[in-house]
């Protein structure tokens, strides 16, 4: 359990506009909805992705990585990995096979994102039927076959022109504005439980407030 009296005594060094967005930040995050990153191997593509996660309130990112570490360039990323809840996983079936079990632990139903229109199109996709993983791959090959085996549906974004797939973080952000909006409507229960809400606003504190780990270690020696 998060404790709330080094949420108090951080809370004290950080300014009361940067406590009060905390807090308007927090009432629009989720969980309902994460994304998992299959081999993405783009810093560019990479870092705005994480700002469009962050942008549309989705705290959880799964990185799965394999021939290419997945590195963030921050003057893109604009400081969101900061604020995310970014889990990395090296690729190999066995660790595949890991993550994916893991979100499904989680009561996830694990949806890969595809060129195709056989898949469920984005305007007919069910939120209601319970949490959602979107798996999104390579920005050339798309998901690979071993992360589709592990799928429970598939979902596509219906396009008029030639091409066949839009950029990565393009994906995302079409996604997520379409899925959030409806979350957001709804009375699904996507907000965040109040320890998460402290868990975060703890992590996010150390993140902000100068000389935290300092202020901690010297917190902890007063409780003592």
């Known amino acids: 359990m998060t404790d709330k009296g080094l949420i108090h ?24 909805i994460t994304v ?5 191997y783009q810093q560019h593509n990479a870092s705005a992705v994480l700002r469009t996660c ?7 990112v799964h990185v799965i990585e394999g021939k290419n570490s997945f590195n963030v360039n921050d003057s893109i990323a604009m400081g969101a990995s900061k604020w995310l809840s970014i889990r990395k996983y090296k690729m190999s079936e066995v660790r595949l096979a890991d993550a994916i079990s893991e979100l499904k632990q989680k009561n996830y139903r694990v949806i890969a994102t595809v060129p195709d229109s056989e898949a469920v199109p ?3 996709f069910d939120l209601s039927r319970g949490k959602v993983a979107l798996l999104f791959g390579t920005e050339l090959n798309g998901l690979s076959g ?28 079409i996604i997520l504005h379409f899925l959030t909006q409806q979350l957001h409507t709804s009375k699904l229960d996507w907000q965040l439980h ?4 402290d868990e975060l606003i703890l992590n996010w504190l150390r993140e902000s407030v100068k000389s935290s780990e300092l ?3 010297k917190y902890l020696i007063k409780r003592v």
């Not at 005594?9 to 807090?23: H, I, M, Q, V, W």
């Not at 549906?153 to 393009?170: C, D, H, K």
């Not at 109040?194 to 809400?197: A, G, I, L, V, W």
Request: proline share 1%; glycine share 4%.
């Open 194 to 197: 109040e320890d998460e809400k």
């Open 36 to 40: 998992v990153l299959e081999e993405l």
């Open 122 to 124: 984005l305007d007919k």
């Open 146 to 173: 071993e992360s589709k085996s592990y799928a429970d549906e598939f979902l596509y974004i219906p396009m008029a022109g030639f091409t066949e797939s839009f950029n990565i973080s393009v994906s995302v952000g």
């Open 9 to 32: 005594y951080l809370s004290e060094f950080a300014t009361s506009e940067r406590l009060k967005r905390f807090n308007e930040v927090l009432a629009n995050r989720t969980r309902y």
């Open 54 to 60: 962050d942008c549309f309130g989705i705290q959880d």
């Open 215 to 217: 202020l901690e270690a």
